[in-house]
C-alpha cells in the first residue's frame, strides 16, 4: 500500500494457540516505539483501506493488530446460531465459548488478556522497534483486555481503551444487558471491578475513551468519572494526576467530555486522537 506495506503473520500464543496479526510498517518512520492494537472486530475490519490502523501508519508508526483466539481471522469456522433480535448475544457462537471454557475451568476472557501480552512479547522481538516498551489501543471488547494487560504488564508503557465496559458493577443494577459472557470473570466482584484495574496502571499514561453502559451506551463523562474515582485517587497520590484521562466522543450534548487536542489533531481524525491521547500526561480537569 502507498506509504506502508502490510506484513501478515501468526505468533505462537500457547502450545497449538496460533494469532493471526497483522503489522503495519511505514516506509518514513516517525517513531520506532510500537503500538499495538486489539478490536472484537478483527484486524482485518479496521486494517482496511482509510481506517485508523493505516491512519497511524500513514503518521509513521508501526502497528501491530492481532485477532486474540476466538476474534476475526482466529474465529472458529462454525455456524453462529444466534438468535435475532437485541439479545441475540444470549445464544451466539462468543457465550457458547465462554460457557466451555469455564466447563474447562478456564476463562475464554483471561486467555484474550493472555494473548494480548503475548502480542507484546512478539511486537518487542522484532529488530525494528524500540526494547523499552509498548503502546496499547482496545476497542470494543479489546478495551476490556487492553486494561487488564496494561495492569498486569509493565511494558506496556501508554494504553488507549476506546468503548469498553464502565464496570462490572453497572450490570447488577439493571435487568438486561447487552455485554456478552466472554467479558465476563466469574466472582470478579467480590475482590475489584474495572476502576481497580485501571488504579493498578498508574502512573503510566491511560486512557478510557466512550466508555458504554450495561446497553452499550456512551456513559457521560460526568459519570464516568464518578466510577472511575479511585483510579484518579491513585495517579494523583503518585504525583500523576495528568497521566489518566476520562472522556466521550458525545461532545455535543456532554461539553464536559471536550479535550484539548494539539494541532493539528481533530477530532474526526481517529489515528491522531489515538496518538495525542498515548503521548503522555495530560492536563488534568479542574
Same mark, same amino acid.
Given at each position: 500500500r502507498r506509504g506502508y506495506r502490510v506484513e501478515k503473520l501468526e505468533f505462537l500464543s500457547e502450545p497449538g494457540i496460533y494469532i493471526p496479526a497483522w503489522v503495519f510498517v511505514p516506509g518514513a518512520r516517525?517513531?520506532?516505539?510500537?503500538? !499495538?492494537y486489539v478490536s472484537d472486530r478483527g484486524a482485518r475490519v479496521d486494517g482496511m483501506e482509510?481506517? &485508523?490502523?493505516?491512519? !497511524?501508519?500513514?503518521?509513521?508508526?508501526?502497528?501491530?493488530?492481532?485477532?486474540?483466539?476466538?476474534?476475526?481471522?482466529?474465529?472458529?469456522?462454525? +455456524?453462529?446460531?444466534?438468535?435475532?433480535?437485541?439479545?441475540?448475544h444470549v445464544?451466539?457462537?462468543?457465550?457458547?465459548?465462554?460457557?466451555?471454557?469455564?466447563?474447562?475451568?478456564?476463562?475464554?476472557?483471561?486467555?484474550?488478556?493472555?494473548?494480548?501480552?503475548?502480542?507484546?512479547?512478539?511486537?518487542?522481538?522484532?529488530?525494528?522497534?524500540?526494547?523499552?516498551?509498548?503502546?496499547?489501543?482496545?476497542?470494543?471488547?479489546?478495551?476490556?483486555?487492553?486494561?487488564?494487560a496494561a495492569a498486569l504488564d &509493565?511494558?506496556?508503557?501508554?494504553?488507549?481503551?476506546?468503548g469498553g465496559l464502565l464496570s462490572y458493577r453497572s450490570l447488577t443494577s439493571v435487568d438486561r444487558y447487552l455485554h456478552g459472557a466472554d467479558i465476563?470473570? &466469574?466472582?470478579?466482584? +467480590?475482590?475489584?471491578? !474495572?476502576? +481497580?484495574?485501571?488504579a493498578a496502571v498508574a502512573a503510566r499514561p491511560l486512557a478510557l475513551l466512550s466508555p458504554v453502559d450495561a446497553m452499550k451506551r456512551p456513559v457521560n463523562v460526568s459519570i464516568a468519572e464518578q466510577v472511575f474515582e479511585p483510579a484518579r485517587q491513585a495517579?494523583?497520590?503518585?504525583?500523576?494526576?495528568?497521566?489518566?484521562?476520562?472522556?466521550?466522543?458525545?461532545?455535543?450534548?456532554?461539553?464536559?467530555?471536550?479535550?484539548?487536542?494539539p494541532a493539528p489533531v481533530t477530532e474526526n481524525d481517529p489515528a491522531a486522537r489515538y496518538l495525542s491521547l498515548l503521548g503522555g500526561a495530560w492536563e488534568p480537569r479542574p
Open positions: 516517525t517513531s520506532s516505539r510500537a503500538i !499495538l482509510f481506517g &485508523p490502523l493505516e491512519g !497511524l501508519a500513514r503518521k509513521g508508526n508501526i502497528v501491530a493488530a492481532i485477532d486474540v483466539r476466538g476474534i476475526g481471522d482466529s474465529r472458529p469456522p462454525h +455456524q453462529d446460531v444466534e438468535g435475532s433480535g437485541e439479545f441475540r445464544d451466539s457462537l462468543e457465550t457458547a465459548m465462554a460457557y466451555m471454557a469455564w466447563e474447562m475451568d478456564e476463562s475464554l476472557f483471561g486467555m484474550r488478556v493472555e494473548d494480548v501480552v503475548r502480542g507484546v512479547d512478539y511486537v518487542l522481538s522484532r529488530p525494528d522497534v524500540e526494547k523499552t516498551g509498548v503502546r496499547l489501543i482496545g476497542k470494543g471488547m479489546g478495551a476490556l483486555w487492553a486494561l487488564y &509493565p511494558r506496556i508503557e501508554a494504553a488507549v481503551c476506546d465476563f470473570i &466469574p466472582g470478579v466482584l +467480590q475482590h475489584f471491578d !474495572l476502576p +481497580q484495574v485501571a495517579y494523583t497520590k503518585l504525583g500523576a494526576p495528568g497521566s489518566f484521562r476520562l472522556s466521550t466522543r458525545d461532545t455535543e450534548h456532554d461539553p464536559a467530555a471536550r479535550i484539548q487536542l
